[in-house]
């Protein structure tokens, strides 16, 4: 049973434009999630979170927006730039100390 | 402060042999996490120590699988008798607190583990 779900294995967008990673999640303990980006061969790398008691969070080019009725979160880049171009994993936490991860997206930003 | 280091980077072993593997978290950090990724999956939690105590075990640490942090520090991940199934990459992570909760998840690169 997946608990945190993304649905687009892949995405492609052009430099400059915006990039939006989607994430869902079915159990409603979780109330803090996380977005890491990977590069192949190393660790995730933590990018951005916002927790339950908040709709949106932003971090430069990074924004996070939580819809919690309908238990979905987005990750917005803009602009996005070639360097981008990673596997991003959303995260949810809650109830326990673990993280739970999605499947992961992979994004690719094309000059 | 280097990061999160795990050794080794890389590790083939064959089967029914046991295997084990050194975490070294960011320095002063109380909490260590064991995570495995599959090809094609995210990262599934595996265990958890605060300090040197181990809090939380997920159902995926069999009883071939154990893992230690003896003074506090470093944690080892050992093994025994390994399985094709057992492939995988071993992520550590590790994290602080700051305030009243703790800080995100700092990964290391992982040791890429292939059974044959």
């Known amino acids: 049973d997946q608990q945190v779900k993304q649905n687009s294995p892949s995405l492609s967008v052009q430099e400059g434009r915006i990039s939006i990673l989607n994430c869902d999640y079915t159990?409603?303990?979780?109330?803090?999630f996380l977005w890491y980006k990977k590069y192949p061969a190393e660790g995730p790398t933590f990018l951005i979170s916002?927790?339950?008691?908040?709709d949106k969070n932003e971090d430069g080019r990074f924004t996070v927006f939580l819809n919690k009725s309908a238990k979905h979160l987005s990750l917005h880049i803009v602009p996005s730039q070639p360097g981008d171009s990673a596997v991003y994993f959303c995260?949810?936490?809650?109830?326990?100390?673990?993280?739970?991860f999605g499947k992961g997206t992979k994004l690719t930003v094309n000059p | 402060d280097t990061g999160v280091s795990q050794n080794p980077r890389h590790k083939i072993t064959k089967r029914g042999q046991n295997v084990t593997f050194r975490c070294d978290p960011i320095?002063?950090?109380?909490?260590l996490y064991w995570y495995r990724q599959t090809l094609g999956q995210g990262p599934e939690f595996l265990t958890y120590?605060?300090?040197?105590?181990?809090?939380?075990k997920s159902r995926l640490l069999s009883d071939r699988f154990s893992a230690e942090r003896p003074k506090g520090s470093f944690s080892t991940l050992e093994i025994q008798r390994t399985e094709q199934g057992d492939s995988a990459m071993y992520l550590c992570?590790?994290?602080?607190?700051?305030?009243?909760?703790?800080?995100?998840?700092?990964f290391g690169q992982g040791t890429r583990l292939t059974v044959v």
């Open positions: 992570a590790s994290s602080d607190r700051t305030g009243t909760r703790w800080t995100e998840a700092f």
């Open positions: 159990n409603s303990m979780f109330d803090y």
């Open positions: 916002i927790s339950s008691i908040k």
């Open positions: 995260a949810a936490q809650g109830g326990s100390e673990k993280l739970v």
């Open positions: 320095s002063e950090h109380n909490r």
């Open positions: 120590f605060q300090n040197e105590a181990q809090l939380e």
